[in-house]
Nanobody, 125 residues
């Protein structure tokens, strides 16, 4: 079983910055993709950013949702089970619960698709 835990959510003023952290743990064999999603009150959960392992030493690929392009950056830690979301120039519409997701293979060749409990980001105008 793979667990995912997020941290770093806070109340911040519009125009400010915040950095979210995520750590995956457990019987992990591979982490093929990690990502951030968010859910605002009354809205569906939406993709924010993902980082995908291209395999075979081909590096990683990133993808960002249009509303956050140019403002948010995603990176992996030295230990590849950690993921960071750097959010700059935050806007009130970025207010949401942010969830981290990890997808890959665990022990016994079991596939996993694990989600954290979420961390609240509130941007005041």
């Amino acid at each position: 079983q793979v667990q995912v835990v997020e941290s770093g959510g806070d109340l911040v003023q519009a125009g400010g910055s915040l950095r979210l952290s995520c750590a995956a743990s457990g019987n992990i064999v591979t982490i093929d993709r990690m990502g951030w999603h968010r859910q605002a009150p009354g809205k569906q959960r939406e993709l924010v950013a993902t980082i995908t392992d291209n395999g075979d030493d081909n590096g990683e690929s990133t993808h960002f949702a249009d509303p956050v392009k140019g403002r948010f950056a995603v990176s992996r830690g030295i230990r590849k089970n950690t993921l960071f979301l750097q959010m700059n120039n935050l806007k009130p519409e970025d207010t949401a619960v942010y969830y981290c997701n990890a997808v890959g293979t665990a022990g016994w060749n079991r596939k996993y698709d694990s989600w954290g409990q979420g961390t609240q980001v509130t941007v005041s105008s």
